[in-house]
Nanobody, 118 residues
């Protein structure tokens, strides 16, 4: 399974960006979770938002009210709409896909840079 991300870039504080991630190849279990993580320089990778195939969402406290995750199950694609961006949102954003079926299957995208200037 491959995850291909797009949509990163440079934006001024207060601006918006939309990230996309499409999963393809292999067999993807229909009951899964897709999400976004981020890693800033010198920091650990952290969960930003996730969404199950059934629609359940989970957000980091730092992005609640500003970021919205959505997905299109027919296309195995997940989106992250990021509004009111802050300099502290600057990081490499990684797409993640996982499901459990006797074992945990987990896949990562290559990462896309998001830079928010003050």
């Amino acid at each position: 399974v491959q995850l291909v991300e797009s949509g990163g870039g440079l934006v001024q504080a207060g601006g918006s960006l939309r990230l996309s991630c499409a999963a393809s190849g292999g067999s993807i279990f229909s009951s899964n979770v897709m999400g976004w993580y981020r890693q800033a320089p010198g920091k650990q990778r952290e969960l930003v938002a996730s969404m199950s195939s059934g629609g359940r969402t989970n957000y980091a406290d730092s992005v609640k009210g500003r970021f919205t995750i959505s997905r299109d199950n027919t296309k195995n694609t997940v989106y992250l709409q990021m509004n009111s961006l802050k300099p502290e949102d600057t990081a490499v954003y990684y797409c993640n896909l996982k499901w459990s079926w006797s074992s945990l299957y987990e896949y990562w995208g290559q990462g896309t840079q998001v830079t928010v200037s003050s």
